[in-house]
Nanobody
Framework: QVQLVESGGGLVQAGGSLRLSCAASGRTFSGYVMGWFRQAPGKEREVVGINWSGGSTRYADSVKGRFTISGDTAKNTVYLQMNSLKPEDTAVYYC??????????????????WGQGTQVTVSS
C-alpha cells in the first residue's frame, strides 16, 4: 500500500499562488490514479483534479485554468500548483490514491488511500 503526506498549505492573499506537495511512500504513485480533493467547513469533500496513472488529467470546472497537477517520479511526489487563488478556494486540501477500477474517480469513495490534509486559507 501507499502512504501519502501533504505539505505546502498556508495563508495567502487573493490572487496569490501556492504549491501543495503530496509525498508518497511505500509504493510509487505512478501505479495509482491520483486525486486532489478539498473540503471547506460545512461542505462535502469535492474533487479538485484527477490524474490517471501519470497520463491524462481532469480538473473541476471551478479550478480549471488556475490549478495544475504534476508529478515527479524521482521524488515520488505529486504537486498541486494553485494560481490566481480566490477566497472560495479556502479549504483543507487532501491528496488521495486509488487502486480501484471505477468509472467515477470524481467520487471520494473511489479512493482508498488518503493523506492527512493541509489547510489553505485565501484572504480577500
Amino acid at each position: 500500500q501507499v502512504q501519502l503526506v501533504e505539505s505546502g498549505g498556508g495563508l495567502v492573499q487573493a490572487g496569490g499562488s501556492l504549491r501543495l506537495s503530496c509525498a508518497a511512500s511505500g509504493r510509487t504513485f505512478s501505479g495509482y490514479v491520483m486525486g486532489w480533493f478539498r473540503q471547506a467547513p460545512g461542505k462535502e469533500r469535492e474533487v479538485v483534479g484527477i490524474n490517471w496513472s501519470g497520463g491524462s488529467t481532469r480538473y473541476a470546472d471551478s479550478v480549471k485554468g488556475r490549478f495544475t497537477i504534476s508529478g515527479d517520479t524521482a521524488k515520488n511526489t505529486v504537486y498541486l500548483q494553485m494560481n490566481s487563488l480566490k477566497p472560495e478556494d479556502t479549504a483543507v486540501y487532501y491528496c488521495a490514491a486509488s487502486s480501484y477500477y471505477t468509472t467515477n474517480y470524481y467520487d471520494p469513495s473511489a479512493f482508498n488511500y488518503w493523506g492527512q490534509g493541509t489547510q489553505v486559507t485565501v484572504s480577500s
